[in-house]
């Protein structure tokens, strides 16, 4: 029997009540990481959602793009349609704005099917190993799903998009950055500061990222990490930037989904906080997802 989702959304805030960039956005910057949703008579819930149907669509988020000066954003599949990619694909094919997209899907999807989710925009493959650890899943068996998502990326010439607990994270990242792709993590790898333990965990974390060369951080989602106030996330992603900053991204997160509504554009200002260096932010914002997701140079 279907269990009725544990969250019931919140429509996202409207465009003309965010913050605005306080500092100039530059051509071609992106949003890494966001997620559309559809009709529910179109693109009907998994009977795992967790959540009731957001009110997001791709026009609502236009306005959101507008306001914050977003040129080009990367649609990430939520797992409220878990491995139904309909929604996004469409998205991708019906729009005319620089999208990218990361899909949910089964590794033995055929070829055909990926190619042409390819031929839409589509650049990664996304793991949800909440899911996994959920299912009860053993160290060795999770290691050998990132080695065969990663086989999958590889021949695609994708990256591998990690949703994954902060612990499991942090003890993964032997595995992961044996994988032979580019792997993106979403949400500061969800490291609380429980999952760092101290200081002296969060640092060593941060080093084993940036010594990897293959994984990417998506600066996403601090609110997610927040657990006793926003020094956490605040140290994280200072120490990320400084760092792997030509291995960082930036994402709304929008529209913010399994939590309080969030502002926008205060978000992408925190991001200003975190990096005072314009041409850093640069990299974040527009040539790291140039080199990651095949978008053109915006020069």
């Known amino acids: 029997m279907q269990q009725p989702p544990s969250w019931r959304s919140t429509p996202p805030l409207p465009a003309s009540r965010l913050d605005r960039p306080t500092f100039d956005m530059p051509a071609g910057a992106c949003d890494a990481h966001m997620h559309l949703f559809g009709p529910a008579d179109r693109y009907p819930p998994s009977r795992a959602a967790r959540y009731t149907l957001p009110a997001a669509s791709g026009d609502d988020y236009a306005a959101t793009a507008a306001r914050l000066g977003l040129d080009r954003a990367v649609l990430v599949q939520p ?14 094919r019906q729009s005319e704005k620089e999208w990218r997209g990361i899909v949910m899907a089964p590794l033995d999807t055929p070829l055909s099917t990926l190619s042409s989710w ?109 657990q006793g106030g926003t020094g956490h996330a605040d140290r994280m992603a200072a120490a990320l930037i400084d760092a792997m900053p030509d291995r960082l991204l930036w994402g709304t997160d929008w529209p913010h989904v399994m939590a309080p509504a969030q502002d926008s554009g205060a978000l992408l200002n925190r991001l200003a906080s975190w990096c005072p260096s314009a041409d850093v932010r640069r990299r974040i914002l527009v040539d790291n997802p140039c080199r990651l997701y095949g978008f053109a140079s915006p020069e």
Not at 86 to 92: G, S
Request: charged residues 25%; aromatic residues 8%; negative net charge.
């Open 79 to 92: 797992s409220f349609y878990e491995e139904d990619n309909r929604c996004l694909i469409d998205a991708l």
């Open 118 to 226: 390819h031929e839409a925009g589509v650049r990664g493959l996304r793991l949800d190993l909440f899911k996994t650890r959920a299912a009860g899943l053993s160290g060795p068996a999770t290691h050998e799903l990132l080695a065969g998502a990663g086989r999958v990326a590889q021949r695609l010439g994708w990256s591998v998009d990690l949703y994954t607990p902060g612990s499991l994270c942090r003890d993964a990242l032997p595995a992961i950055a044996r994988m032979p792709c580019p792997v993106s993590i979403a949400h500061m790898g969800y490291v609380t500061r429980d999952d760092a333990q101290n200081e002296e965990g969060l640092e060593r974390f941060v080093a084993d990222l940036a010594a990897s060369g293959n994984i990417w951080v998506k600066l996403t989602g601090p609110y997610r990490l927040e």
